[in-house]
């Protein structure tokens, strides 16, 4: 019997199931988009076969060294995130902002509180929390930052994220408890937040998380570019900058930016009335 290495290296090449059963895509009219999502497919398994850090479900902090120096402030993203938090309940869920999100979430329990995302970014909360903002800079290629809040009894189904050519940093910011009434699973994986501690993954890998405890849990999300080998870093880069004008980014930014626009008004209205 021969030996094939090519045969042997397409056995061991990674697998990652572009598709999560179960959870029906959004429909998209556009023509302009559908043929975008063509060039992401194959993109795709580009990554896949370029990657500089390879590509597990969950990856070794130490693969990143800036997230120790992410860590290392964390109290101060904590302490902006508290006053972030004396609203929380005028804040937006993420399927309001992200109407993608409706195949896998509609309830109000998650919300999200928006500094940046694929080159847009809400002035008005990066304001609030500019050490927050001054903190995930040192993140190299960053794409996008928010707080992640999951009020009690939030369970986000297996799904898979729409691109692997970015990877997805949580930092543990409020955990109410160590238990796996609280955790995310990645793939096979189950994994626990735990505050000032960074959990770096893949979420192109099918992934859920839950909340079954009865008090809040809040993540700083972010969102990278994985480091990839040429050629397929140069695809990445062009397809991570034609995004922001894809129906999926323009109808976020419309929707955050009528979201902001209440918010402040009603924060300036209260402040107006107690002078």
């Known amino acids: 019997m021969t030996h094939d290495p090519a045969a042997a290296a397409r056995q061991e090449a990674p697998q990652q199931t ?29 990554n896949l076969r370029c990657s500089k850090v390879g590509n597990p479900p969950v990856y070794d902090n130490a693969t990143f060294p800036w997230a120790a120096e992410i860590e290392r402030e964390w109290p101060l993203i904590r ?49 609030r929390c500019p050490e927050t903002w001054r903190i995930v800079q040192k993140i190299p290629g960053l794409k996008t930052a928010m707080f992640s809040i999951f009020e009690p009894g939030k369970h986000l189904p297996p799904h898979r994220g729409p691109y692997n050519g970015v990877l997805r940093l949580h930092l543990g910011l409020i955990v109410p408890e160590q238990s796996d009434r609280l955790a995310i699973r990645v793939d096979k994986q189950v994994c626990h937040w735990h505050e000032g501690h960074a959990l770096i993954f893949d979420d192109a890998y099918e992934h859920e998380a839950w909340n079954h405890t009865d008090k809040t849990r809040v993540v700083l999300f972010v969102d990278f570019v994985k480091p990839l080998r040429f050629p397929a870093r140069l695809a990445n880069w062009l397809l991570l900058n034609m995004a922001v004008f894809t129906p999926f980014i323009r109808e976020g930014l419309d929707n955050h930016k009528a979201w902001e626009k209440k918010f402040y008004a009603e924060a300036e209205a209260l402040r107006n009335r107690k002078d």
């Not at 572009?18 to 795709?44: D, H, Y």
């Open 79 to 127: 302490r902006e995130l508290e006053q972030v938090l004396l609203r929380q309940s005028e804040l937006p869920s993420f399927h309001d902002i992200s109407t993608d999100v409706q195949t896998i979430s509609k309830d109000s329990a998650w919300k999200t509180f928006f500094l940046a995302g694929y080159g847009l970014s809400s002035q008005e909360n990066i304001r």
């Open 18 to 46: 572009f598709g999560t059963a179960n959870i029906a895509p959004l429909e998209r009219p556009s023509a302009t988009t559908r043929f975008f999502m063509g060039i992401v497919a194959a993109a795709e398994r580009l």
